[in-house]
């Protein structure tokens, strides 16, 4: 291995993640490489809760509203970009810093990831539509027919994985199973994961205060702005599709505000489970 480490900062959302990696950032003299998969979204700032002007100022962060809504951007691309990154990083500095709460992009970069080929963008409407005209049931069935092994352990009632594993059987004429190989990809610096954790009655507090903050600083505008591009995948996020829901007249704006502070809870408890199954995470109490 090369002399240099890759300190990775992660935990829960809402724990205080950024301003720890800062600090750190700060104290090594590297820049922050940001691991939120929707962060990187310049259109949903207040939603993503992305780090403020302030923190862009004291620190140089990668990853932070550099990509748009309508940009096509998988973990595969992250890890490509993340790995250049750091290795400059490195080079430079001797240590790098990876900040954030996104599982699967973690996981890219540490790890790496199958080489599943980009989905033409052609193909991938057609199977959309295909899935609007005909329902989950028909998808189902077509996955099945394509991938039988896939079929046995993909997560049948989440449509957009349904609907991805016949994209890649569609697209490379082999399936989604062939193209899987589950093997870690060597890395050529050392990993230092560090999780910051909060106590759960701090922690939900922080979370239900901070959407009440997204609610003050504009949360409903933006939303908005972004409703006539709802179907895409990176507004399939917690913040934004309850206030969607609250724009379809399905609840007022207050059931809209309990329900993201609900979900966001639920999706720190998800991430909780995640990173209990990695060992090699050093755990800090704050």
Not at 56 to 82: M, P
Not at 177 to 199: A, E, P
Not at 262 to 283: E, G, L, P, V
Request: a neutral charge; proline letters at 3%.
């Amino acid at each position: 291995m090369t002399q240099g480490t890759l300190h990775i900062i992660l935990g829960p959302t809402g724990v205080g993640k950024s301003q720890y990696a800062i600090e750190m950032a700060k104290r090594l003299g590297c820049s922050i490489i940001n691991a939120d998969s929707r962060q990187i979204y310049r259109e949903i700032p207040i939603c993503t809760d992305a780090p403020t002007a302030e923190m862009l100022a004291s620190v140089k962060h990668y990853f932070v509203g550099t990509h748009s809504i309508h940009d096509n951007y998988s973990a595969g691309h992250y890890e490509q970009d993340a790995l250049r990154i750091i290795h400059d990083e490195i080079n430079k500095y001797g240590n790098a810093i990876l900040s954030g709460g996104s599982m699967m992009y973690i996981d890219a970069v540490t790890k790496g990831i199958d080489d599943i080929p980009d989905i033409d963008p052609q193909l991938r409407q057609n199977v959309l539509d295909e899935y609007k005209n005909k329902g989950l049931a028909y998808m189902q069935e077509q996955l099945l027919a394509l991938d039988p092994e896939h079929y046995a352990t993909c997560d049948l009632k989440n449509w957009r994985r349904v609907l991805h594993a016949i994209e890649v059987c569609r697209q490379t004429g082999t399936t989604f199973t062939s193209l899987r190989k589950g093997q870690n990809h060597k890395r050529d610096f050392n990993v230092s994961k560090v999780g910051i954790m909060r106590d759960r009655e701090t922690l939900y507090k922080r979370i239900d205060d901070r959407v009440i903050g997204m609610i003050d600083r504009g949360l409903i505008k933006e939303a908005e702005a972004v409703l006539p591009y709802r179907h895409l995948n990176a507004l399939n996020t917690v913040g934004l599709k309850e206030v969607f829901g609250h724009f379809d007249g399905l609840y007022d704006l207050p059931e809209a505000i309990r329900l993201i502070q609900r979900n966001t809870r639920h999706y720190a408890r998800k991430q909780m489970t995640w990173f209990r199954h990695d060992n090699s995470i050093k755990w800090i109490y704050i």
